[in-house]
């Protein structure tokens, strides 16, 4: 599990462009390198700036290598539409895609 961009912000919009797609190179060269089963992002809208601009929770049509790809949103308290439940269910899905694959 991990973000796209290693800084903190108060919110994502504070962030480049570059440094999303900077992060998501970054990201692929771990996942070619280490070869997870699953790589779950946290923060559709990271992904959707750095990498699928059309993208939308849950796993990515195209992997990385062969490593799956799932997108959840950020679990911070501006997403305020997200609930814990939410929350829940997406980390009950990856955990599944990591048994099976």
Not at 67 to 76: F, I
Request: a neutral charge.
């Amino acid at each position: 599990m991990t973000d796209l961009v290693k800084r903190a912000t108060a919110r994502a919009d504070e962030l480049s462009r570059n440094e999303y797609v900077t992060g998501a190179a970054r990201v692929a060269r771990l996942c070619h390198l280490l070869e997870p089963r699953v790589l779950c992002v946290v923060g559709l809208t990271g992904w959707r700036i750095g990498v699928d601009k059309h993208a939308a929770t849950g796993q990515q049509p195209e992997s990385i290598g062969r490593t799956l790809v799932y997108v959840m949103p950020n679990p911070s308290g501006l997403n305020a539409h997200v609930t814990v439940d939410d929350l829940t269910e997406h980390f009950r899905i990856v955990g599944a895609l990591a048994d099976e694959a």
